[in-house]
């Protein structure tokens, strides 16, 4: 499932590579860089203290841990199969 995983050292970098790669989901524990990649289909915010508050955007399902990425993103590509048929 995880084929490439990118560290960054500024939020900024992170940013500019994920909206210009054409990544279809990324998974972050910064609500501030998940809100701000809205071009992606789906993005995983990793719940921790500093973020439980955070309001975030639409596309951002809101994880505990890896293996909830895994699960979610596999039940949400079914779903999102459904209704292009």
Same mark, same amino acid.
């Given at each position: *499932?995880?084929? #490439?995983?990118?560290?960054?050292?500024?939020?900024?970098?992170?940013e !500019?590579? $994920? #909206?210009?790669?054409?990544?279809?989901?990324?998974?972050?524990?910064?609500?501030? /860089?998940?809100n !701000?990649?809205e !071009? *992606? !289909?789906?993005?995983?915010?990793?719940?921790?203290p500093?973020?439980? /508050?955070?309001k975030?955007n /639409?596309?951002?399902?809101?994880?505990?841990? $890896?293996?909830?990425?895994?699960s979610?993103?596999? $039940?949400?590509?079914? #779903?999102?199969? *459904?209704?292009?048929?």
């Amino acid at each position: *499932m995880f084929h #490439i995983i990118f560290f960054f050292s500024t939020p900024e970098k992170k940013e !500019k590579y $994920l #909206i210009e790669g054409g990544f279809k989901f990324f998974v972050e524990d910064r609500a501030e /860089t998940v809100n !701000k990649c809205e !071009k *992606m !289909k789906i993005n995983f915010l990793i719940t921790r203290p500093w973020n439980e /508050t955070q309001k975030t955007n /639409t596309n951002v399902i809101r994880v505990n841990n $890896l293996n909830e990425v895994k699960s979610k993103y596999l $039940l949400f590509n079914n #779903i999102y199969k *459904m209704f292009l048929i």
